[in-house]
Each structure stands twice: as structure tokens, then as C-alpha cells.
């Protein structure tokens, strides 16, 4: 797979989730029945730094959980092998709560699908908004992020690579290109 | 991590130990869906399984019934009268006529050894042994590790014992198989007619008195003892049974404090355990039964993989 272009350097990513977090506080008024549910596996990292920005700003703690989307994909039929199950560990009730969910890259919008339809079935959330790093485009389903930290049109060819330092040991977003 | 690549689940003598962490594994995250409000997940929507047993069975059937509704797979249950099909070309047609009808999972109990191979073999269809005659009883064994791994933290380095009829139990062949490949030690203790010949080949170590099993063992899991075999003259009587091999607070004491009682159930309160033991602090008899459930969750997960047949 070919380098074609970085996109966010540490400092990009850091503005972005900055930002993110402001427009968060901002849009529900503040945290009250915030909380904030990373999927995995680069979500996760990524909601636990907005909830962290968000203590910096507000002064208050927004709770965290972690999501694995894969009992509800839409393609383990078509699959050669079943992927790895890990855990969901959402520890707080979602009901009547203001769920903010937490990817790195929003692309078909086939994960946030499972992924609204795997928090519908831990209960009834107030509302559901959406957190992406990276919107990439080309989406299959009528979905749209609400907080977005860079735009990137993208042929269908390229592979957007974000590289966290908890998952990766790097800091940066790439633009990869199949050969 | 690996993945997993059988179609069938027979036995765990043939499983390498990082086939049975997968699967201890998978079972993980099943079990949280267990302790949902909704027990409901979309996964094997439009998959059918089917639950085949030429041997009555409440707890096995039930358990793997719910594994499938709880992700949302259909089910199927075809008991048939243990008398009357017992040969291996009826079970063939029967599962032909399975196959037919499209089940993509089909879990079968069978009074004769290798009878899950046979069906294996027939039909394009996953198999899971839900055990064959003395032969395996794989998930009862692994329900069993997955219960002992969440609370001991892990498997290798512990002493196991298992207690009673071994010569007839598919539950403590199994059990042998899968804890040796854990790197636990299993001890294995019952009356002499109830050993089967050459039984160290398998790793277990045999105690002759339930005394010398118990001690320092951390896990204690004890066999139901099938009363009709005091006809065949296995063992004399009940009471003497119950006298040298059933585990009550005294000799559970030579076990290490923490050490986990377990048995596979149905029990016979006063045999071959005292209430007070079966109910006692060390017991984790009931939440066996509930991590039996995620156990067979992570197996229907797991042998459903590879698409659809027709796809």
C-alpha cells in the first residue's frame, strides 16, 4: 500500500478533538446527561481524550463506554471467518441519556448503523449524536456525522489510515493508496 | 489472535489450547449480553439451528435453545425416543432430511460414542457434540473452564478433581481433555469399578481415596451417580457410596479455602454431595448453568462463520 498524502499531524488531531469538544458542550449546553461511547477499537481512545477536553473546559466528568459492533455487522454472512468478539462495557444506563458516539472515520456509514442498533438494544437514549475524526465520504446509508474533524474527499481506492498513540504509538492521519 | 476454521465441534481431545481460549474467549462478551435488560442481538438472524437428541435432556437442550434465540437464530428441537433409533443409518437419514429442511447448525445427543462424527461427516451442516454415549460432552467442559477461568483468573497451574463414575462419564473425559491442555492438573478419584483401564494416558492422575483427591485442590467437581448402575453392580449401596465419595463440609475443608465446588447437574442432593455444600459459599453450581449459556452463544457464533452455504 502506497503513502500518498498525510492529512493531520499530532497538532492537526489534537484542534480537531479541541474543537469537537467545545462544539459538544456547546450544542447540549453544557454535560448535563452527556455521555460519550467510543467504538472500537480507535473510538475508544478517541471518546476517553474528548472526555478528558470536555473536564478541562467544563469542570465536570462525562462517563465513558466502549462499544463492539461486531454481533451486529451487516456482512458476517458474506464472510470467510467469523471476526474476534470482544467486549461492549457500557457502565452506565443509557436511557434518557445524550449519547455522543465516537469513531475515527465515518466512510459507508455501515458501522454506525450497527452501531445505533447495538446501543438501541442497552435501552433508549434521549438522543444520539455523532463524532468523527475523519469524514471520508461515499456513504451507503442516510447518515451523517454531527462534530467532524476534517473533511477528506477520498476515491474509494484509498484507505484512510488514523494512527493514535494508544493504539499505534504514532500520532497522525494518513491517505494510503492500493497499488 | 487466531481464528477459528472447524465446521464441527466434537470433542476436545482433537482442540489445540489457543482453539479453546477462542472460544473461553468469545464467551466473554456473550456473557454481558446475558446481563442485558434486552438478551437480543441480531447476529444469526435468518440461520436455523437445530437441537437433535436421542437422549432426554433438559438443562443441555434448553441451554443451547436459548444460546440461539439470544442471537437471534431459529430453533428447532427434534427429540427422539432413545429406543428407537439407535442405528447409524437412521441417524444418516435423519440428517439428511435436516439438511434438506436447511439447518445451518445442528447440536446432537446420542447414546453411542462417535455418532456426532458420523453426522459430521453426512451433512454440510456445523455439528456440535452435546454428548455421545461415555464418549465427550465438549461443552459441559468448556462451560466448566470458562467458570473456573473467571473466577480463578486463569487455568494453567491448578489442581483439579473430579469425583465419582469416570468409566461413564463423557462430562470427566471431556473435562480431562480440555483442563490437561490448559496446563491444569486433574486428579480423578472414584470406586475402582467406576475407573476406567489405562485412564493416565490422558494425563489425569488417579487418587484412590476421595481424601488424597481433595487435598490442595482448588477445583472440585462432582460426577452425578447414575443409581441404576448400583443394578450392574458397580457399587454396593447408596449409603456406602455416599459414605466414601460424596463431598460434604468436612472433607471439602481439605480442599484449598477458595476452592470451587462444581457439578454438571442434575444432583443427587445426599449422594455424591451434601446440600449444605451444594448450596455453601465454594459452590458455583448455578452460575455454571448461566455461563453455559454465553459458552454455546461464542459456539454458534463461531461454527456459523463462513457464509451461507448457498451464498
Not at chain 1, 112 to 135: N, S, T
Not at chain 2, 136 to 155: C, I
Not at chain 2, 217 to 240: H, K, N, T, Y
Amino acid at each position: 500500500m502506497r503513502h500518498k498524502a498525510q492529512i493531520l499531524d499530532k497538532e492537526g488531531i489534537r484542534r480537531a478533538l479541541t474543537r469537537i469538544a467545545h462544539e459538544i458542550i456547546e450544542r447540549n449546553k453544557g454535560t448535563d446527561g452527556l455521555a460519550l461511547i467510543g467504538i472500537r477499537r480507535r473510538g475508544v481512545p478517541l471518546a476517553e481524550r474528548l472526555a478528558a477536553k470536555i473536564r478541562e473546559i467544563e469542570g465536570s466528568t462525562v462517563p465513558v463506554g466502549t462499544l463492539d459492533i461486531t454481533l451486529y455487522r451487516d456482512d458476517l454472512t458474506t464472510l470467510a471467518q467469523q471476526p474476534l468478539v470482544h467486549r461492549t462495557e457500557v457502565p452506565f444506563a443509557v436511557s434518557d441519556k445524550k449519547i455522543v458516539l465516537v469513531d475515527d472515520v465515518i466512510y459507508t456509514g455501515r458501522t454506525i448503523r450497527a452501531a445505533l442498533d447495538a446501543i438501541m438494544d442497552l435501552g433508549r437514549p434521549r438522543v444520539i449524536q455523532l463524532a468523527v475524526l475523519v469524514d471520508r465520504g461515499h456513504r451507503e446509508l442516510p447518515i451523517r456525522a454531527d462534530y467532524v474533524g476534517k473533511n477528506v474527499p477520498t476515491s474509494r481506492r484509498e484507505v484512510v489510515a488514523v494512527r493514535l498513540q494508544e493504539t499505534d504509538g504514532e500520532e497522525r492521519v494518513l491517505i494510503l493508496e492500493n497499488d | 489472535m487466531m481464528n477459528w476454521k472447524r465446521k464441527d465441534l466434537l470433542g476436545l481431545k482433537d482442540l489445540s489450547a489457543e482453539e479453546i481460549k477462542l472460544i473461553l474467549d468469545t464467551a466473554v462478551p456473550m456473557k454481558e449480553i446475558l446481563g442485558r435488560r434486552i438478551k437480543k442481538v441480531p447476529t444469526l438472524r435468518g440461520r436455523t439451528v437445530v437441537t437433535l437428541f436421542y437422549e432426554p435432556s433438559t438443562r443441555t437442550r434448553t441451554s443451547f435453545e436459548l444460546a440461539a434465540k439470544y442471537l437471534s437464530a431459529d430453533s428447532v428441537n427434534i427429540s427422539t425416543s432413545a429406543s428407537s433409533v439407535v442405528k447409524g443409518e437412521s441417524l444418516k437419514d435423519t440428517a439428511r432430511t435436516l439438511a434438506a429442511m436447511g439447518a445451518d447448525v445442528v447440536i446432537l445427543r446420542h447414546p453411542m460414542a462417535g455418532a456426532p462424527v458420523l453426522l459430521a461427516r453426512t451433512i454440510r451442516a456445523a455439528v456440535i457434540n452435546a454428548g455421545d454415549g461415555t464418549h465427550e460432552h465438549p461443552t459441559q467442559a468448556l462451560l466448566d473452564m470458562f467458570t473456573v477461568r473467571e473466577k480463578k483468573g486463569e487455568l494453567a497451574g491448578l489442581t483439579v478433581a473430579i469425583i465419582g463414575d469416570i468409566l461413564h462419564s463423557r462430562v470427566a473425559r471431556s473435562n480431562i481433555w480440555g483442563f490437561t491442555k490448559m496446563g491444569a492438573r486433574v486428579r480423578v478419584c472414584g470406586p475402582a469399578t467406576m475407573m476406567p483401564p489405562e485412564i493416565e494416558v490422558t494425563g489425569a492422575q488417579v487418587c484412590l481415596s476421595i481424601e488424597e483427591a481433595l487435598t490442595g485442590a482448588d477445583v472440585v467437581m462432582m460426577l452425578r451417580i447414575q443409581l441404576e448402575r448400583q443394578q450392574q453392580g458397580l457399587f454396593p449401596s447408596i449409603r456406602e457410596y455416599a459414605r466414601l465419595f460424596g463431598l460434604n463440609r468436612e472433607r471439602l475443608s481439605l480442599a484449598r479455602p477458595d476452592a470451587l465446588v462444581m457439578h454438571p447437574g442434575p444432583m443427587n442432593r445426599g449422594v455424591e454431595i451434601s446440600p449444605e455444600v451444594a448450596d455453601g459459599v465454594n459452590s458455583v453450581i448455578n452460575e455454571q448453568v448461566t455461563n453455559g449459556v454465553a459458552v454455546r452463544m461464542a459456539l454458534l457464533y463461531l461454527l456459523s462463520g463462513g457464509g451461507m452455504p448457498d451464498a
